[in-house]
């Protein structure tokens, strides 16, 4: 990985897929993931002031270019993680079989986030602010609840494996 400090989650996700492909090396993985983690959490801190300065109230007949345009990112950003996550946990369960219960886990949330996320993008089209909270809300306590659980299960196992051998062959 590069020495320049990513700053979206875009940014993160390129610079793991960068970790992936690099020559075999010891990497602190599970430390990356925390790092992604928290820039995906202060893109939902900057979506939700987003949504506050955006109101409360009735319909409305469109939401700011700039919040519709964050909401976007960091939707394809956040999927893009989960999809670079899910192409190396068959290797993590193989090598950790003690890891199947909590990768099956992992996997089926990012299912449900990802339906979630569809929901609230096709919200953004036709925005009704209190619902629009109300998913963004939801779908923002899924993922605390998410980000926590693999962190705590997967930090310390990826921090000791070597990204080679967690590469898709």
């Known amino acids: 990985m590069t020495d320049a400090h990513p700053t979206s989650a ?3 996700n390129a610079a793991i897929i960068e970790e992936f492909r690099a020559p075999p090396r010891a990497a602190a993985i599970g430390d990356h993931l925390r790092t992604v983690h928290a820039q995906l959490r202060r893109d939902l801190a900057t979506v939700r002031a987003q949504l506050d300065q955006f109101g409360e109230g009735g319909e409305i007949p469109s939401l700011p270019m700039d919040l519709r345009s964050h909401c976007v990112a960091f939707c394809g950003a956040l999927h893009e993680h989960h999809s670079n996550e899910d192409g190396v946990f068959p290797a993590l369960a193989r090598q950790h079989p003690e890891l ?3 990768v099956e886990r992992l996997q089926r ?3 449900v986030v990802a339906a979630a ?3 609230l993008q096709q919200m953004l089209s036709t925005p009704e602010p209190v619902r629009l909270r109300t998913e963004f809300d939801r779908l923002a306590k899924e993922l605390e ?3 926590s659980y ?3 299960e997967l930090v ?3 921090n000791a494996t070597d990204p080679a051998t967690l ?3």
């Open 10 to 12: 875009a940014d993160f």
């Open 167 to 169: 590469r898709q062959r």
């Open 156 to 158: 310390a196992t990826l």
């Open 150 to 152: 693999e962190e705590d």
């Open 117 to 119: 996320l569809a929901d």
């Open 100 to 102: 199947a219960p909590v």
């Open 109 to 111: 949330e990012h299912g």
């Open 145 to 147: 609840t998410h980000f």
